[in-house]
């Protein structure tokens, strides 16, 4: 057992789960984070454009790099400090675990590194990235790819919660706004004119009638998530908007899907009723990632965690900041250092007595493979 200071880690991670970072608005979690680093005697900790905070250690040769990443970012709005509470040997606050622990974790880490006068072997950069969450389309982790770009030898993301496994491969998306525009009109006189949402909802329809790719080796998913448009009970709609996503682990599909919408989409409009697709999100699958560099940083992942928990992770499929290096063929995974659960609700909790399992874990990975 590698002595940690847990209660001071408790601490820590209920202050930083106080303060609010909606994606593209986590400027206070980045204030908090270079203040405790710069506190720790780290004075190369930095901040770049993206909101990312950078911690490098013994990056300054040209070896390749290995990165950690936890994201900063929540997926609630709020601007002023979420609320916190302990409760029944558990914690709770909107983005307690999604990915507030694991960022804390990660910082826990770099201090004990850093108290013990710890060097490291090889070139290790720690990023607390920004907007990783939903619209935030990835943004601090494209900055890290295209900053280092060619120095990356390999990237582990801490997100999720522990019990979910070992995130492998990546789930690609692609995101739209769509708008149909018709002439409108008073719905009694005008009756007989094009109707926007008629029009809209007869290409959702088409949408989910459409077929998915055929290979048994992939999953493939859509949704239309929201509509609306109008003006009134007796106008006409001149406009209605939806947004729509596809989703899937292989970039063959997420093309076919591309594809398929795009056509149904030409097929749509027409003079009467004219429409216009805008792209507000996408996330790559992984393509050409050496699959002998993915199986040693998986099995070194995996060790660590059964060598603390006693059981081998579970593999899954998953949406995280592992995307973008996979994408650009660098080996890439995703797991968590905590137990919890309710991501993404203002409910979400998490269990202390993981806590210290979550730091073992990281030590060993981190300390155990880069550090003497």
Known sequence: MIPIDIERHISLLKQFAAIP??????DKRVEFLLRELHGMGIDDAYSDEAKNVLVPMGCEGAGGITVYTAHTDVVFPDTTPLPVREEGGRLYAPGVGDDTANAAAMLTTIRFIKENGLRAKEPVLFVFDSCEEGLGNLKGVRRIMSDFEGRIKELVSFDCSLDEGIVVKAVGSERFRVTARTKGGHSYGAFGSPNAIHRMAELITKLYRQELPASSDQR???NV?????GTSVN?????????YEFRSDEHSSLEFMR???LRLL?????PEAHFEAEVIGE???GKNVDPEAQARLLGRCSAAIKSVTGEAPLLSSGSTDANVPLSLGVPAVTFGLYIGAGAHTRDEWLELNS???GLEIALKLVVGGHFE
């Open 21 to 26: 970072a909606p994606s593209h608005n986590e």
């Open 220 to 222: 493939t998913t859509y």
């Open 225 to 229: 998530g929201v509509i609306q448009g």
């Open 235 to 243: 106008t006409i709609a001149p406009s209605a908007e939806m947004l």
């Open 259 to 261: 594809e398929q919408f």
């Open 266 to 270: 030409r097929e749509a409009d027409c």
């Open 283 to 285: 996330r790559p699958c």
């Open 355 to 357: 806590l210290e399992t």
